[in-house]
């Protein structure tokens, strides 16, 4: 389940040693970061939901440098609202994620079957130790399920204005996973066990070993806080999945069967995401929302 990350001593250590060798980067610049069709149906019901709650696991510090400098990685960031989570720049005003990371909770943390307010939602930039720069919500685009993992653990944010210069990554939509195609995790994570404090991190990835109509499953390290975190594929670098629910033991080396949302069954989700961000408003769409796959 959702579990808190307490911060040590060490991570202040640790963050001052990562604005110093960001800001010497900046001075350098300035002087010359669940098969498809016949398969039997996989379900992750009941498995941990690697989400991660706030509270003594914010990034403290912000350091905000020129865009110049954004890395390919800085296409995924950090997504702080009741939980915390993980999330990829697909356009410069596009991120998706996994739809559980952005659910409305009540006051004893029980997922209702409603979305967060778009202005409670916040993206983090910067896979460093220290976030460089944030930017706010201003819609949820999502199926009318998912709200717990499972059939439609997907979401896309619309970002209140575009990240122009950051890089993106691009989803496959036009295509499904490849069974026994190499896969690896990224997210903003971290394990019981784990000594850094939170950072952009690759997990340990491998092959998919089954595709369903919704989901496919490869064994994986996943942390909590790497929910809605890309699983890119190897070979292309494209993203292939979102991080939805894992077998998780508190420690990051650990690899267990682990179930990422698919994208290609979702077109008319990435179609009415872009339409939003464009500037239509949702009732003015086609039926967007329906979860029968």
Known sequence: M???????????????????????????ALALTVAAGCARPITNAGLPIPAAKPGMEQRPFELRPPFELATNEDAIVRIV?????????????LVLTAHHCVAAR?????????????????????????PWGDVKVRAVVSP???????????????????LVGIPTLPPRIEAEPASKEQVTPYGFGRCALSRDPIHLAPRLGGTIDAVSPGHFVAIASI???????????????????VI????????ERTTG?????????????????????????????PPYRGCLR
Do not use: K
């Open 144 to 162: 009318d399920c998912g709200y717990t993992s499972g059939e439609g653990d997907i979401a896309i944010l619309v970002l209140s204005r575009r």
């Open 244 to 251: 939805s629910s894992s077998v998780m033991d508190g420690d």
């Open 106 to 130: 009540d006051d004893n943390g029980r997922t209702l079957r409603r979305d967060q307010d778009a202005e409670a939602i916040s993206i983090e930039l910067g896979g460093d130790h220290l």
């Open 257 to 285: 069967t682990s179930y990422f949302s698919r994208l290609d069954v979702w077109p008319e989700l990435f179609s009415a995401a872009r339409e939003i961000a464009a500037g239509a408003s949702p009732s003015e769409l």
């Open 2 to 28: 959702e579990q808190p990350q307490a911060r040590t001593l060490g991570a202040l250590a640790t963050a001052w040693t990562g604005l110093y060798r960001r800001g010497a980067a900046v001075a350098a």
């Open 223 to 241: 942390c909590p806080g790497d929910s809605g975190g890309p699983a890119r594929s190897d070979r292309g670098g494209d993203v292939v999945g």
């Open 81 to 93: 609202t009741d939980v915390t989570c993980t999330g990829t720049l697909i356009t410069e005003d």
